[in-house]
T-cell receptor, first 114, second 110 residues
Framework: NAGVTQTPKFQVLKTGQSMTLQCAQD?????MYWYRQDPGMGLRLIYY???????DKGEVPNGYNVSRLNKREFSLRLESAAPSQTSVYFC?????????????FGEGSWLTVV | EDQVTQSPEALRLQEGESSSLNCSYT??????LFWYRQDPGKGPEFLFT???AGEEKEKERLKATLTKKESFLHITAPKPEDSATYLC???????????FGPGTSLSVIP
């Protein structure tokens, strides 16, 4: 029972390189999210997908793109990495209900851009 | 603008010393308020969801309460294993995104 799986767990990039963070869930949830977490800043929403086929910007979308490949998978792409994108990235999922989306998180991906 | 703040930023307690963490929110119609626990190097772990003012939920030494503008996480007789960062989050009625506060770092000293 994996829940929410993120890959890779650790990555070092050079400025200007591109990469994709992968996220897969086996919880049959409709909603999926990408957050970044920085010291003193808390969790900030990058993009989210309320259901398969839809994506929306969160608080800090600049420099990122996302793809909701199917119900299970939601990827985050950095086209040209910058040092300011050094962070811990969390993928999360939630059952989409009218009474609130309780979010379940993956273990995180540590990204360093040098 | 929807916003979540938490206080204090950090809290240091002696084992057995009860206290409360605060989460204040501004949101246009609350669909849900969530509490999470996060250990270093891990993803946040879900604790509670509260939906309406007056609601309370308990789990072991933790109790969460909700009013129209804030939520409290009460910790009764804490133990060192309760040391973690506690995160509060809200979801507005009008959209699917969930917004987090900056967290309270709790240290419980034996």
């Amino acid at each position: 029972n994996a829940g929410v799986t993120q890959t890779p767990k650790f990555q070092v990039l050079k400025t200007g390189q591109s990469m994709t963070l992968q996220c897969a869930q086996d919880m049959n949830h409709n909603s999926m999210y990408w957050y970044r977490q920085d010291p003193g800043m808390g969790l900030r929403l990058i993009y989210y997908s309320a259901s398969e086929g839809t994506t929306d910007k969160g608080e800090v979308p600049n420099g990122y793109n996302v793809s909701r490949l199917n119900k299970r998978e939601f990827s985050l792409r950095l086209e040209s990495a910058a040092p300011s994108q050094t962070s811990v990235y969390f993928c999360a999922t939630a059952p989409r209900t009218s009474s609130g989306n309780t979010i379940y998180f993956g273990e995180g991906s540590w990204l360093t851009v040098v | 603008e929807d916003q979540v703040t938490q206080s204090p930023e950090a809290l240091r307690l002696q084992e057995g010393e009860s206290s409360s963490l605060n989460c204040s929110y501004t949101v246009s119609g609350l669909r849900g308020l969530f509490w999470y626990r996060q250990d270093p190097g891990k993803g946040p772990e879900f604790l509670f969801t509260l939906y309406s003012a007056g609601e309370e939920k308990e789990k072991e030494r933790l109790k969460a309460t909700l009013t129209k503008k804030e939520s409290f996480l009460h910790i009764t007789a804490p133990k060192p294993e309760d040391s973690a960062t506690y995160l509060c989050a809200v979801q507005a009625a009008s959209y699917d995104k969930v917004i987090f506060g900056p967290g309270t770092s709790l240290s419980v000293i034996p």
